[in-house]
């Protein structure tokens, strides 16, 4: 009687796993193939391309830390000027009062102020002080007065009311302030009113316009 032949044994798990590797690693190339894929990138190129990238990034950083520098900067300024600046209407409507106590101290008869009279001395007295009290109280927070006689015309403080011929100084100087004017920090807050000499020689080059303002702004 004849051995019927014995079943052929399954194959191993090892030999299954390196059937399917093999059908993937099949699989994946012909699908590339078919896509078109490129081929891989060397490390030259992906060293430019980060190098690239780099670059771009500490650009970014720098405008990012030069727009930080500028916004701190404007912030900086615009708090000092609201510092200096925020009392500027309150002061221009005090300049009306210093004008009250000055143009009252100058409406005083010479006679009267050397009659001797103790009360009536006593009443200039008081508001001559007042008047200096007033504007050294301005002056601490940042308001000057403006008493440009005898300087060079200067449009951006100084208002021309009228010309005074004078061939014995320099044309364009101011000879008669009329009202005087007050700035605070680098800004006008009324330009003093003056009268301007004309008819006399070229002023000197070198003679000053009044204070420097790179930012002054006349009173509207």
Known sequence: MSEEPK?????????MSEEY????????????EAEGADAPVDDHEVLVRLMAENEELKDARLRAAAEMENLRRRTSRDV???????????ARDMLSVSDNLRRAIEA????????GDKGFTA???????????????????GVKKLDPEGEKFDPNFHQAM???????IPANMVVQVVQTGYVIGDRVLRPA???????????PEG??????????????
């Open 193 to 203: 009113m003056v009268g301007v000499s004309k008819g006399g020689p070229k002023a």
């Open 207 to 220: 003679a000053e316009p009044g204070p420097p303002a790179p930012e002054a702004e006349k009173d509207a």
């Open 80 to 90: 000092h000027d609201a510092r200096s600046y925020a009392i500027a209407n309150f």
């Open 108 to 115: 005083i008869p010479q006679e009267a102020r050397e009659a």
């Open 123 to 141: 009443l200039i007295e008081g508001v001559e002080m007042t008047e200096r009290a007033m504007l050294s109280t301005m002056e601490r927070h």
């Open 7 to 15: 079943d052929k044994p399954a194959p191993g798990k090892e030999e």
């Open 162 to 168: 009228f010309e005074v011929p004078r061939e014995d």
């Open 21 to 32: 590797t093999e059908a993937s690693v099949s699989q994946a190339n012909a699908a590339a």
